[in-house]
Structures are given as C-alpha cells and as structure tokens.
C-alpha cells in the first residue's frame, strides 16, 4: 500500500457519539503539493484504492480519494491505526563526522533500523570539519531521513540536528537518556550482551555513540563516561564507522526482543 507522511495540522478527526451511525466516516485529511503530485499525476491511483498516511507523531489512518481539487484532495479516512514501524523506546546516534558522504549512508540504514535521532558531532579524529555553510547539509539529510522512514514504514521520521562542535557537548547532551552506550574498541570493554544484562530493563530513552573513522581518544571516552556513557565493545571484530552505529540499532532492537 502506498504510504506518505503528513502534518498532523492536515488531519481532521469527526466528532462522533453513542448515536453515530458506524458508516459515518471518521475523518478527513488534506494532501497538497508533492504528496498530491504523486498520488494523482505520477501514481494515478484509483479513487477506490486505499493508501495509508502517517501524521509522523505515531498514528497511521487508511484512506481513500474523496475529492480531487486542482491542488490538493481530500482524503476520507476509513481506520485508524498505531504505527507499527517503531521501537518502544527513543534512540538517538551521535554519530563521530565521518568523511565524504557516510553519513548521509548511516541517516539512512540507521532510519531503517529504528533510530529517532541523528547528532553529529565533530570529534577529536574527525578529518571531515563542518563549516559554518554545512547547515545546508543538515537540509539534506532531513530529507534523507524523511524518504527513508517512508519506505521503511515508520511512524514517526527521525529529527536530525546541525553538528556538535566537541564530545563535551554530546556529554552534556546524555541527561536526557536513561540509556547510553558509546562503543569503542577496547578489549577491556565489556561486550554489549554483557552490558544489557546488568542493565536489565527495556530503557525509556537510549542513546549510542560511534567515533569516526579514526576512533576515540581516550580522554573522549573518559570524557563520556564521565557523563554516564557505559562503554562497550562490539565484537573482536572492528567495523567501519559507518557500519556501526546501524549494527548497533539492530542488536538493540533484537536484544530488547523487538525482531
Ligand atoms: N582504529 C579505531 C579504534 O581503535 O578506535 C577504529 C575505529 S572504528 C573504524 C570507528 C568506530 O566504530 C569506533 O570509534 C567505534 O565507535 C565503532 N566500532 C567499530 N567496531 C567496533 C567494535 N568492534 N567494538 C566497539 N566499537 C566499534
């Protein structure tokens, strides 16, 4: 079923009673400008065939083409559901810069996976420095995060935010989490499966973080730690940057046992 996301300003709920008739319809939603484009030009759906639409905030609504306009239609919604693409909790990647165009690659997998959030941040390896004209890339991988929780059936599309400058600042970032796991490649570091086991619950709010290409300092990592990140190893096996962080939302995803 074709799926898109809209803003949950364009859904309008009917009021209804014990004396609403069940026919009645529940509500309607609005659809203008690429949605709208694809749907009647590129896709030419059939009025009688359903699509459903995500308001992005957790509740997808199964419609039908009521009535076209020359800019938007009207869709009639016919049920109403939970989103069934997200994990229990939130989970955010700060995700160390990594160089060229990878990250647009880990928004994406990372998406698939059930991440919420993105943070860059720049770290003391990172080759690749932000400038200050980056906000535009922010832009882009808004977007990229966007198509990919459409294709992958999220219920909600992940926020990205414009890079940290340091790990002092993803530190004073990790209050928010009751969770948060900085991977680093240690044999000294407990593995994840022993790590979550202390844990022992399902967390509300997690967070992972990933180095660069080049790792961690240690001063980055006590840095961290000092501000509540449990460190973990991954395996005796070292991954590329843009492979871990994406690895880690599936075995999180799989130790909590949501797959
Ligand atoms: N030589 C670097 C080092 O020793 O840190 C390798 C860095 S690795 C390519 C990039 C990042 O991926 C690391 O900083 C870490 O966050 C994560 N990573 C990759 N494999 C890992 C593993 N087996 N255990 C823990 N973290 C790992």
Redesign the pocket.
């Known amino acids: 079923m074709h799926r898109f996301f809209t803003d949950p300003d364009n859904v309008t709920i009917f009021p209804r009673d014990d004396t609403t008739p069940e026919t009645d319809p529940i509500g309607q939603i609005v659809i203008s400008g690429d949605d709208f484009h694809h749907l009647i030009h590129v896709l030419r759906i059939a009025h009688d065939e359903p699509f459903e639409v995500c308001d992005g905030a957790g509740t997808d609504f199964i419609c039908h083409i009521q009535e076209v306009f020359s800019e938007h239609l009207l869709a009639q919604i016919d049920a109403v559901d939970f989103s069934r693409g997200e994990l229990p909790f939130t989970l955010t990647l700060f995700q160390g810069i990594p160089k060229g165009k990878k990250m647009d690659e880990i928004i994406q997998k990372g998406t698939e996976l059930g991440y919420t959030a993105f943070v860059p941040f720049t770290a003391e390896r990172t080759v690749n420095r932000p400038k200050d004209a980056d906000f535009k890339k922010t832009l882009r991988r808004g977007r990229i995060a966007y198509e990919a929780a459409k294709q992958a059936g999220r219920g909600i599309i992940p926020t990205v935010e414009e890079p940290y400058p340091d790990v002092n600042a993803v530190g004073r970032a990790l209050s928010a989490y009751d969770l948060v796991l900085v991977?680093?490649?240690s044999r000294d570091n407990p593995g994840l499966h022993e790590v979550l086991q202390s844990y022992g619950k399902t967390p509300k709010n997690a967070a992972v973080i990933?180095?660069?290409?080049?790792?961690?300092t240690e001063i980055e990592v006590l840095t961290l730690q000092k501000a509540g990140a449990i460190p973990?190893?991954?395996?005796a096996?070292?991954?590329?940057?843009e492979t871990?962080g994406p690895a880690m939302g599936a075995m999180l995803a799989y130790a909590f046992g949501l797959v």
């Not at 973990?232 to 395996?235: A, F, P, R, Y």
């Not at 096996?237 to 940057?241: K, Y």
């Open positions: 991977a680093h490649v990933i180095g660069p290409e080049g790792g961690f973990v190893s991954l395996g096996r070292v991954m590329r940057t871990a």
